[in-house]
């Protein structure tokens, strides 16, 4: 079979139309947004590829146990759905639903950290970062080195340095180290995947320090699948049991159901110490809801807990995966250079290796997700100096280590022939991307400027 294209393993269902810009109207929305595609109104976008965050679509199963959604206060049976499928799938005792991953993160550090302490991570995603550091403790990341180099195969780019991880413990101690995490797959370092082995590595590590183990789990599916292609030993097992495996090697997770519990809102902390998660719960009550639904609608615990079911399944997997690499496959042959190998949700384009006549004070990777935009109505997301810059004492700017674009798939919403209308637009847009101007920062606010800058083509 493997000689026959791999197909969308759904049929559609209900469809929503695309709306198609022209030209003015594009370039109207642009100069109305100061240049900044959070600025767009979606409606403005042909395909947009901004985030794979709670854009996907949700299944006639998910819809129909919404409809059976039970809205009790407390002890709603769908809460007790939500738990089976969370418990089935990482075998931890306690689980807290949260309106989102962050929301989770929020509650778990405000409860363990104390200033001083450190968390160490493969890469901290930004909000888990932004968490850690608002109780005054700081986020490390302790990636591979092979994971920092855009061009370089690997196939697990996103497994912890675990020499460097060890020092951090061995030095630091439980006392400063109350936690350890690692992200599945690394979604700031590329959507890159870590190895079981790895995962073994980190557990052992934490054992034997003592200190707890979480995995921040937005991505465990694609995580699982990855290893299941390219780790020795693995492919006999199934998804689920792999992402089993997984789970149990960490004390809890951290969990966004946003991303592979294919639902458009939720999240959720689940451990096995019964003791800490009575201190998270407390925390709980404080800001999100009652420990049996967590800021959430009874209807959106019971679309996570069919999403977590459809998630490990192997024929979506293998769509989703390949789906992502035909678009790099696509542009590579092009020429078009990404971050090397694909990752699990998004491709990369490496807009400093494309648009190497601007320097990262001209924001090269901005320039390109506009000209994608501009050209073809698709929106992705810019991942370099405007969101990464850093100012310096005098007045100008510590780069980003890449000036990246990346294009995230929403999970289960476009067809083959909505990729390869992407893949024309990137080819298009990088054969004269030498012809690109720079940009500067007309204005922005004081932190998380990408969001709101406006910007000025020079
Ligand atoms: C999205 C994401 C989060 C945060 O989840 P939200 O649901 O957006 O709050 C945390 N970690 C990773 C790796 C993510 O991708």
């Given at each position: 079979m493997s000689f026959r294209t791999i197909i969308e393993p759904f049929r559609i269902h209900s469809v929503q139309s695309l709306r198609m810009p022209s030209e003015e109207e594009r370039e109207a929305a642009?100069?109305?947004?100061?240049?900044?595609l959070f600025g767009l109104h979606a409606e403005e976008v042909v395909i947009d590829l901004l985030t794979d965050s709670g854009t996907g679509a949700m299944s006639a199963k998910q819809w129909a146990g919404m409809l059976d959604g039970d809205e009790s206060y407390a002890g709603a049976r769908s809460f007790y759905r939500f738990q089976d499928a969370v418990q089935d799938l990482t075998g931890y005792a306690e689980v807290i639903p949260t309106h989102q991953g962050r929301a989770a993160e929020r509650i778990l550090f405000q409860t363990l950290l104390q200033p001083g302490q450190c968390v160490p991570n493969n890469t901290h995603f930004d909000t888990t970062r932004a968490n850690i550091e608002v109780t005054r403790a700081?986020?490390?990341?302790?990636?591979?080195?092979?994971?920092?180099?855009?061009?370089?195969?690997?196939?697990?780019?996103?497994?912890?340095?675990?020499?460097?991880?060890?020092?951090?413990?061995?030095?630091?101690?439980?006392?400063?180290?109350p936690l350890v995490m690692t992200t599945v797959t690394?979604?700031?370092g590329g959507g890159q995947p870590v190895s079981l082995e790895n995962l073994r590595g980190v557990s052992a590590l934490c054992k034997r320090y003592g200190v707890p183990f979480f995995l921040d789990a937005c991505r465990f599916a694609?995580?699982?699948?990855?290893?299941?292609?390219?780790?020795?030993?693995?492919?006999?097992?199934?998804?689920?049991?792999?992402?089993q495996e997984m789970f149990s090697l960490a004390d809890g997770c951290t969990m966004s159901a946003k991303k592979?519990?294919?639902?458009?809102?939720?999240g959720f902390l689940a451990m096995n110490d019964g003791e800490l998660a009575q201190r998270c719960?407390?925390?709980?009550?404080?800001?999100?809801?009652?420990?049996?639904?967590?800021?959430?609608?009874g209807y959106d615990l019971e679309a996570i807990a069919q999403g977590l079911k459809e998630v490990v399944d192997e024929d979506y997997l293998r769509y989703r995966i390949r789906s992502v690499a035909y678009l790099a496959e696509k542009v590579n042959a092009a020429g078009v250079p990404t971050l090397q190998p694909p990752g699990g949700h998004a491709v990369y384009l490496d807009g400093k290796a494309l648009l190497s006549h601007l320097p990262p004070s001209r924001y090269p990777a901005q320039a390109l997700a506009i000209a994608l935009y501009r050209s073809g109505g698709v929106r992705g997301c810019e991942i370099g100096s405007v969101m990464f810059g850093k100012a310096l004492p005098d007045g100008g700017e510590q780069p980003a280590a890449m000036e990246l674009v990346?294009?995230?798939?929403?999970?289960?919403?476009?067809?083959q022939s909505h990729v390869d209308y992407v893949a024309e637009v990137v080819i298009e847009v990088a054969a004269r991307a030498r012809e690109l101007r720079g940009l500067r920062i007309a204005s922005a606010p004081p932190w998380l400027r990408h969001f709101t800058a406006r910007f000025e083509e020079l």
């Open positions: 642009l100069q109305r947004a100061g240049l900044n700081e986020a490390l990341d302790l990636g591979i080195a092979e994971g920092r180099d855009p061009a370089l195969l690997h196939p697990f780019k996103g497994n912890v340095d675990l020499a460097a991880l060890e020092r951090v413990l061995e030095q630091r101690g439980r006392a400063r180290v690394n979604n700031s694609e995580n699982a699948w990855f290893v299941k292609q390219r780790e020795p030993g693995q492919a006999q097992r199934s998804v689920k049991e792999i992402a592979d519990g294919l639902a458009n809102m939720g719960r407390n925390l709980l009550i404080l800001t999100e809801g009652f420990p049996t639904y967590g800021g959430l609608a990346r294009l995230a798939f929403p999970r289960r919403t476009y067809t």
